[in-house]
């Protein structure tokens, strides 16, 4: 908003801004798409090269475009990246996806609408809880004492997205193949266990020194935050394999009851 006040030409930039904002959605659904077609091991070689191209986009517009440096770093490389993702999900893993589930009967659109409406409102809710906690902290305490909050926060966040990418590879696999739904499950509760615990572990053993690589104050002030974070990510696991287990199962209901109650404690307290 900064940049676009103090600009010559703000319609430009809008422009930019509502183009990079449809570029970045379709980005995010496309990693969804190749897990529901069950190609999810191109999800971290495609996120691995705009992780490394943002990176370096920001080192070399950041002394150039100290307004919108940021912005264009995260932006241009997701905008690049829909063209030869696009190319590979339409001419060639779609196909082949069509081809090998042709025998299967296609759900109806109205199960599907009511499905996507009652996953949306969860998501919002969801959502929510994670980016308005850091909005939260800066009006209760500041914004030097966010620094410091949103730091921890993002680190088990990053955990979190871990679990949910395994919540959703078992929903993908569980559709596929209901017959070996217990196994599924056993062998997802002990993946996402396994993740959660020896994460955990680690976060609570290395937190200051991770911390300590920003700077004094915030192994100083952050520590404590990111160690509570760490001792609850076994509980966010059983609330990420129920919530799978929720969507599997078609219980809507149970699904955004839970999310929206996770929103309103994390909030609230």
């Given amino acids: 908003d900064e940049a676009m006040a103090a600009g010559a030409s703000p319609w430009p930039a809008r422009l ?3 183009a990079a904002l449809v570029a970045w959605n379709l980005f995010t659904v496309q990693d969804a798409v190749l897990a529901g077609i069950r190609q999810a091991v191109w999800v971290p070689f495609e996120n691995a090269i ?34 030869p993702v696009s190319v590979l999900l339409f001419g060639r893993l779609l196909p082949a996806h069509r081809h090998a589930t042709a025998h299967r009967v296609a759900v109806p659109h109205r199960e599907v609408i009511r499905y996507a ?10 959502l929510s809880t994670i980016n308005a906690m850091p909005l939260l902290v800066v009006w209760l305490v500041g914004l030097e004492a966010n620094a410091y909050f949103a730091t921890a926060w993002i680190a088990a966040s990053a955990f979190d997205l871990a679990l949910a990418n395994i919540g959703v590879s078992f929903t993908v696999e569980g559709a596929h193949d209901g017959e070996r739904m ?5 062998s997802t509760a002990r993946l996402v266990g396994a993740v959660s615990v020896v994460g955990g572990a680690a976060i609570l053993v290395g937190a200051p020194w991770f911390l300590a690589l920003l700077g004094p104050e915030y192994r100083a ?15 966010r696991a059983v609330t990420t394999l129920y919530l799978s287990l929720a969507r599997l199962r078609r219980r809507l209901g149970r699904l955004v009851a839970v999310q929206a109650a996770t929103c309103a404690i994390a909030l609230g307290a």
Avoid: C, N
């Fill in 221 to 235: 002030e952050g520590t404590i935050v990111l160690r509570l974070l760490a001792v609850a990510m076994p509980f």
């Fill in 117 to 126: 409406a009652a996953d949306y409102v969860g998501g919002l809710a969801q």
């Fill in 16 to 18: 930019a801004f509502v």
């Fill in 50 to 83: 705009f992780a490394g191209a943002k990176i370096a986009l920001l080192v070399v517009l950041a002394a150039s475009m100290p307004r919108t440096g940021l912005f264009t770093s995260w932006s241009v490389p997701a905008a690049v990246l829909l063209v």
């Fill in 182 to 186: 217990a196994h599924l499950t056993r």
